[in-house]
Every structure is written in structure tokens, then in C-alpha cells.
């Protein structure tokens, strides 16, 4: 069982940046991967970013150049670092976790970005 507390949602500007943080109930360095996903009004929940046990990271397409998937072990939580946003990255942003073939996900924060 991993619980997952996700902070650091809140509304910016286009362009601005936010750093989005993960509490996980377990040591990450022993969770097999973490990753970030978003959902946006009338869309299907889609995948942001993923880091792997190993470290290595995968990004969508969309936000590759901007934004920052990293985990910080010695305090067992994953970072998502945000840069240039833009207005639809506005969505609520979900931590989610992997770990002995079982999915596991937060309670999600509000990112709005306006134009």
C-alpha cells in the first residue's frame, strides 16, 4: 500500500512556473516507478511525466523542454517542476505510483494557468 499527497497547485500567469511536490507513504527509492498525469475538463486523464526507480524519465511530448520529473529520496517524494506554462496545461494534476504491479494515486492538485 502507498498513500500519495500531492501540494504545490495554484494559479499562474502564462509563462510562469510552478514545482508541484509528492509525499509518498513509502521510500521512493523502492517504488518501482512515480509518475505525473493531468486531467482537464471534459478530457481523459492523460500522462505528463515518469520517473523509474532507476531514474529514468519519460515526458509527453507537450510539455518536453518545459517541465521536470525528479525524486527527492531522502525525503520520499517526487518533484514536478513546471516552467513556461501555459493556458492548457490547466488541468488537475494527479502523483501516481507503481509499485508490485499495483496502481496507486493521490488526491490531485489544481494548476490554472490564464492567458
Known amino acids: 500500500q502507498v498513500q500519495l499527497v500531492e501540494s504545490g497547485g495554484g494559479s499562474v500567469q502564462t509563462g510562469g512556473s510552478l514545482r508541484l511536490s509528492c509525499a509518498a507513504s513509502?521510500?521512493?527509492?523502492?517504488?518501482?516507478?512515480m509518475a505525473w498525469y493531468r486531467q482537464a475538463p471534459g478530457k481523459q486523464r492523460e500522462l505528463v511525466a515518469l520517473i523509474s526507480s532507476g531514474g529514468s524519465t519519460n515526458y509527453a511530448d507537450s510539455v518536453k523542454g518545459r517541465f521536470t520529473i525528479s525524486r527527492e529520496n531522502a525525503k520520499n517524494t517526487v518533484v514536478l517542476q513546471m516552467h513556461n506554462l501555459k493556458p492548457e496545461d490547466t488541468a488537475v494534476y494527479y502523483c501516481n505510483a507503481v509499485h508490485v504491479a499495483n496502481r496507486y494515486w493521490g488526491q490531485g492538485t489544481q494548476v490554472t494557468v490564464s492567458s
Open positions: 513509502r521510500p521512493t527509492l523502492r517504488i518501482d516507478a
